[in-house]
């Protein structure tokens, strides 16, 4: 392929515009958005997008899972060089997470025509379907699917947590595709992101070259007691369920900061019944979401988190259900591709610092199956899925720009000679 030097950069203003155009759909008062996975909210988002692809004269497709792609023809016909991200949110989200990433694709593919470059390579700018996993377990769900980790018919039977499933809700907002999941292969896949956390901005870095993912766990832990009277009820003859999970959510706050290094532990959904202030809890349904870069602490820490909710459970006299909801391995990305981020950062003069992946992505799907890697760009006060999430425009347009040297360099530019 021929690569020759090009100097050209996105237009900054325009990409922010398109954000802030797309934040509309589904904006929430004082900020933010609320854009839930195959919601009508989600499906007048996805036919934003669209109408930007059509605009730009790229083959748009959707698959049986609801991902779209968008696709610009290369000078051969072989796997395209693929970018984007998600434009799902959870129900307090802000602009920037994930749909940095597929603006940013329309965006170089706009800057590419503007230009009259022709690339050797195929280049497809996606769209993943329910990346945030906030309304149907597991996260990252189009793209797993679409990389075969996830099995199509299970996923469709997946039901959210207003009690439809995933296959009705895209049949209801006209995204259940007909195009055969992971029919077009991916040559490579780089996903621009917000960090969605502190790191940069604190240590005053412009760019993350992302090494890697790491591994998460999604358990849902469901305790069955007795409701009594909060009055005339002894504390030693309770059968407590929700005491059961303010305790397992002390535990596995304890043991993050005991093992300390990347091991992190969060509840992030706790729903008691009746739900009344003067009734004992007969149930109480509440997640545990563990992350760790080495899956072995993982492993160990989710061990420790189901024998202490056991021995929890045989103490108070409760029945315990548990659930897995998703579980990744950690995901290291190509070693070439974060050099290339590296020196594209360096190249056009901003600094850059390697480092891991706290939250899931699209990209980590990607990763056993073609190089692929992460640009990060910096969160204020590393602020995410929060309405006050924010990226300031010289940011989105440092990494639109490593991005666009990216897609240069992966997808080549067709010799004129």
Request: proline share 4%; net charge negative.
């Amino acid at each position: 392929m021929s690569t020759p030097q090009i100097h050209l950069s996105v237009q900054g203003s325009r990409l922010c515009e398109r954000i802030q155009a797309l934040a509309q759909v589904g904006a929430l008062k004082g900020g933010g958005v609320c854009r839930l996975a195959l919601t009508p909210a989600d499906k007048a988002g996805r036919d934003l997008v669209i109408s930007w692809m059509t605009e730009l004269g790229l083959s748009v497709s959707v698959d049986r899972i609801g991902n779209i792609m968008g696709l610009r023809a290369g000078h051969v016909d072989a796997p395209p060089v693929f970018i984007g991200s998600h434009i799902d949110t959870v129900a307090t989200g802000g602009a920037y997470d994930g749909n940095l990433g597929v603006l940013a694709g329309l965006e170089v593919l706009q800057c590419l025509a503007e230009a009259g470059i022709e690339t050797e390579l195929p280049i497809a700018v996606a769209i993943f379907t329910n990346e945030e996993g906030a309304r149907f377990a597991p996260d990252m769900m189009g793209s797993g699917v679409h990389q075969g980790s996830l099995d199509l018919e299970e996923m469709l039977a997946v039901e959210g947590i207003d009690g439809t499933t995933v296959g009705a809700d895209l049949e209801a907002i006209g995204y259940a595709g007909e195009s055969p999941c992971g029919s077009q292969r991916a040559s490579a896949f780089i996903e621009l992101h917000v960090e969605q956390g502190p790191l940069l901005e604190e240590e005053g870095f412009m760019i993350g070259a992302v090494e890697g993912v790491q591994g998460i766990s999604w358990t849902e832990f469901l305790w069955s007691g007795v409701s009594n009277h909060a009055g005339t009820t002894p504390m030693r003859l309770r059968h407590d369920a929700g005491y059961a999970a303010a305790d397992l959510a002390c535990f596995v706050r304890d043991l993050a900061l005991d093992h300390g290094g990347d091991q992190v532990a969060t509840v992030g959904s706790v729903q008691l019944q009746p739900n009344l202030v003067n009734v004992i809890a007969n149930q109480a349904r509440m997640t545990v979401d563990l992350r760790n870069t080495d899956d072995q602490v993982l492993k160990r820490v989710e061990r420790q988190t189901l024998e202490y909710a056991k021995s929890l459970a045989d103490h108070e006299g409760l029945e315990l259900e548990t659930r897995i909801l998703a579980r990744f391995a950690p995901v290291a990305f190509s070693q070439r591709l974060i050099g290339l981020v590296e020196k594209h950062a360096t190249d056009l003069g901003h600094s850059v610092r390697r480092m891991p992946s706290g939250a899931g992505h699209d990209a980590q799907m990607f990763a056993p199956n073609c190089p692929s890697t992460m640009i990060f760009v910096p969160s204020k006060g590393g602020i995410s899925h929060n309405i006050h999430e924010y990226t300031a425009p010289e940011e989105i347009q440092a990494g639109g720009d490593v991005l666009l040297r990216m897609v240069l360099a992966l997808a080549g530019v067709r010799s004129t000679g």
